[in-house]
Nanobody, 117 residues
Framework: QVQLVESGGGLVQAGGSLRLSCAAS????????MGWYRQAPGKQRELVAA???????NYADSVKGRFTISRDNAKNTVYLQMNSLKPEDKAVYYC???????????WGQGTQVTVSS
């Protein structure tokens, strides 16, 4: 069973920055993919960014050029640097991890990001 612990959410003004972290533990196998989803009130959960163990990344169009995902494989930790934040980035951000391709992901408990205009 993989546990994911997130940190780094909070309140920031538009144009500001936040950095989210997510540390994974409990996996006896290397974790293939890690990343972040978000869910705003009344909306479906959506992919923000993902990164494979080899460093390949994928971003939602809405965050390209503003957010950067990275990971430290030795620490089983994934980071999301969020710059130039906009009010529409306000959401609960969830870390996810997938040990093997095609298997069900594990989820963190979520961390709130609020951006004031």
């Amino acid at each position: 069973q993989v546990q994911l612990v997130e940190s780094g959410g909070g309140l920031v003004q538009a144009g500001g920055s936040l950095r989210l972290s997510c540390a994974a533990s409990g996996s006896i196998f290397p974790i293939n993919a890690m990343g972040w989803y978000r869910q705003a009130p009344g909306k479906q959960r959506e992919l923000v960014a993902a990164i494979t163990r080899g460093g390949s990344t994928n971003y939602a169009d809405s965050v390209k050029g503003r957010f950067t995902i990275s990971r430290d494989n030795a620490k089983n930790t994934v980071y999301l640097q969020m710059n130039s934040l906009k009010p529409e980035d306000k959401a609960v951000y969830y870390c996810h991890a997938r040990v093997f391709s095609g298997t069900s992901p594990y989820w963190g408990q979520g961390t709130q990001v609020t951006v004031s205009s």
